[in-house]
């Protein structure tokens, strides 16, 4: 690998995950709007926006998807399983929740490394195996702190750790699958554009989009570009990971939860009680073991946020 490839890659993966980083300041913008309304816009015109990349490029085979049964189920499944991770982080983000879901995203890969261990028996190697106990120790002291479990953060974990699972058995680019993908969410994001279904799971009264004539123009204009705010930093992420080692993505990827976590905490203004840095504490201490195990060879896989 020369100097400049690796430099490119760098640059590349720097700047998706600084756009992931700042996606919570976007959807806390949207917020006038029902957060599975917004998700919905997110999957019909990351469908349009990536359908018509790929059909300028005259790439038609993801269309057909369904003609191989295994592919078809594959894809279902991650489609919903990537609908619903976004789905939680918008609602998360919007409902005052952005510290705990840079917590599921800290945590992710950890899940990722167990299930590669149970579904492609990879062994989990000792720096692994001590970084999972640490996060699984803070997840704990934040469950009896609090009286309950991180629900957020580890439903962001669990769904977005199972669709990357999903991705590694799907020989597709990553365009192809995001298109693939949204055009199986499609009908789901009508759903809840047009019917009662959004605002129900949103945790409101059963409301239609008439309310989007009584929003400002500008917040309609933004909401435009949620496709845009989904496959740019897909695009760049794809194009970096073909030029670096895991090892640097592995390190790279932390940029976006720890934008998220001074996002929530210095912006948002999320309270955040001192007996939390203690949880974080054992986050932070497991993220820097996975960072070490990448350095010596042990990582199988980088993860992508929403």
């Known amino acids: 690998m020369n100097v400049s490839s690796f430099t490119k890659g760098v640059i590349y993966a720097v700047f998706s995950y600084l756009v992931w980083g700042l996606l919570p300041l976007y959807w806390r913008f949207l917020s006038q709007i029902n957060s599975m309304h917004i998700l919905a816009f997110r999957i019909i015109l990351s469908l349009l926006l990536t359908g018509g990349i790929l059909l300028v490029q005259k790439k038609f085979s993801w269309i057909v998807f369904f003609k191989e049964k295994r592919k078809c189920i594959l894809m ?6 990537i609908c619903f991770s976004w789905g939680l982080y918008i609602w998360a983000v919007n409902g005052g929740n952005t510290i705990e879901a840079s917590l599921g995203y800290f945590i992710t890969p950890l899940f990722s490394i167990v299930l590669g261990m149970l579904f492609f028996r990879e062994r989990l190697k000792l720096l692994q195996a001590l970084a999972f106990a640490l996060a699984l120790a803070g997840v704990l002291i934040l469950t009896i ?3 309950s479990p991180p629900w957020i953060s580890l439903g962001l974990a669990i769904s977005f750790s199972f669709y990357g699972l999903l991705k590694k058995t799907i020989t597709m680019s990553a365009l192809e699958t995001l298109a ?3 055009l199986i969410a499609a009908p789901l994001g009508l759903l809840l554009l047009f019917s009662s279904l959004g605002a129900v799971l949103d945790g409101g009264l059963s409301q239609n989009i008439n309310y989007f004539r009584e929003l400002p123009l500008l917040t309609l204009f933004f909401a435009l570009f949620a496709g845009a705010a989904t ?3 897909l695009y760049l992420f794809s194009k ?7 090892s640097t993505l592995g390190f790279v990827q932390f940029i976006s939860p720890t934008m998220t976590f001074i996002t929530g905490y210095f912006i948002f ?3 955040f009680p001192a007996r939390n840095f203690i949880v974080f504490g054992f986050i932070w201490s497991a993220v820097i073991l996975y960072i070490v195990s990448l350095r010596i060879g042990d990582g199988k896989k980088s993860t992508i946020p929403s």
Do not use: D, S
């Open 180 to 182: 693939v993908e949204t």
């Open 76 to 81: 279902i499944l991650a489609g919903f399983a």
């Open 269 to 271: 203004k999320e309270a």
């Open 145 to 147: 702190l609090t009286g």
């Open 231 to 233: 496959t740019l930093p």
């Open 240 to 246: 970096g990971a073909r030029l670096l080692p895991l």
